[in-house]
């Protein structure tokens, strides 16, 4: 599942989702929501003091995994 589909299954904005996440800023999740192909797609990090590639993993208890945002599924 993309963390878009994630979004707006529940309903959230993209600021809710930032807020969430603990980012202070909601084009960062717009970002990470955009199809891959899209000239401002952007994987979250999971180095640094912020890990967000697990903090997206904690948030959706697994239904957005990391090879979520590197493989392109068509279902």
């Known amino acids: 599942m993309t963390l878009d589909d994630y979004r707006k299954q529940k309903g ?3 600021g ?19 199809p891959q192909n899209h000239k401002d797609y952007l994987i979250p990090s999971n180095r640094g003091v912020t890990k967000y590639m697990s903090r997206i993993l904690e948030l959706t208890r697994g239904e957005v995994q990391p090879n979520d945002f590197y ?3 068509d279902i």
């Open 12 to 14: 959230w904005s993209y």
């Open 16 to 34: 809710q989702l930032a807020q969430r996440l603990g980012t202070k800023h909601a084009q960062m999740a717009r970002r990470w929501c955009l």
């Open 71 to 73: 493989i392109q599924r």
